[in-house]
């Protein structure tokens, strides 16, 4: 199983991104996705999670800018980003809980390799 992300880059304040992480590989079904965030030096922290019924959390720092969404036919997860600021500067990570096989006991959890956002005028 692979997670692919896409989609980072160089945005000004106030701007917008869409990122992108697709699932590949075994997969028998996926259970909740989510997509954390990572500052050098600090500790990572969680910035959206959908359930496999399409239920949705975030954090009070992105609550109303960031829209994490998904197709399951595709096994895609997309973080929508709007009104960015600075302190949205990262390493953007995916995360899926994912069980390969029909006869796997259980999700297994696998990350994407990061793709880097940057905010800045």
């Known amino acids: 199983v692979q997670l692919q992300a896409s989609g980072g880059g160089l945005v000004q304040p106030g701007g917008s991104l869409k990122l992108s992480c697709a699932a590949s590989?075994?997969?028998?079904?996926?259970?909740?996705m989510a997509w954390y965030r990572q500052v050098s030096g600090k500790q990572g922290e969680l910035v959206a999670r959908i359930t496999s019924a399409g239920n949705t959390n975030y954090p009070d720092s992105v609550k109303g800018r960031f829209t994490i969404s998904r197709d399951n036919a595709k096994n895609t997860v997309y973080l929508q980003m709007n009104s960015l600021k600075p302190e949205d500067t990262a390493v953007y990570y995916c995360?899926?809980?994912?069980?390969?096989?029909?006869?796997?006991?259980?999700?297994?959890?696998?990350w994407g390799q990061g793709t880097l956002v940057t905010v800045s005028s």
């Open positions: 590989g075994s997969i028998f079904a996926i259970n909740r």
């Open positions: 995360n899926a809980e994912i069980r390969p096989y029909r006869g796997s006991t259980g999700y297994s959890s696998y």
